[in-house]
């Protein structure tokens, strides 16, 4: 049973930072490509960064430069560090493996972004 457990979300006004994590099961995340995703109201899920097993890390072109992820196998836990976060950025974010589990969905957590 794959378990995704997304946290870290909240309510930062423009130009904030927000660092979100994600547990997973040891085995699903020793396995594959991390990634996050993110959708906003009336939109579609899209992927926001990824993150190989070796470290190796992309991401969408509107968040480059603001957003780091990063992975911990001692702690089966990925990261997404969002700074210069803007209103845009505003979305529930989920994590799972690229491509997508899609049985595997987590609750996500909600990030909004004041103006």
């Known amino acids: 049973q794959v378990q995704l457990v997304e946290s870290g979300g909240g309510l930062v006004q423009a130009g904030g930072s927000l660092r979100l994590s994600c547990a997973a099961s040891?085995?699903?995340?020793?396995?594959?490509?991390m990634a996050w995703y993110r959708q906003a109201p009336g939109k579609q899920r899209e992927l926001v960064a990824s993150i190989s097993l070796g470290g190796t890390t992309n991401y969408v072109d509107s968040v480059k430069g603001r957003f780091t992820i990063s992975r911990s196998s001692a702690k089966n836990t990925v990261y997404l560090q969002m700074n210069s976060l803007k209103p845009e950025d505003t979305a529930v974010y989920y994590c799972?493996?690229?491509?997508?589990?899609?049985?595997?969905w987590g609750q996500g957590t909600q990030v909004t972004v004041s103006s």
């Open positions: 040891a085995r699903f995340f020793s396995s594959n490509i």
């Open positions: 799972n493996k690229q491509p997508p589990a899609n049985g595997s």
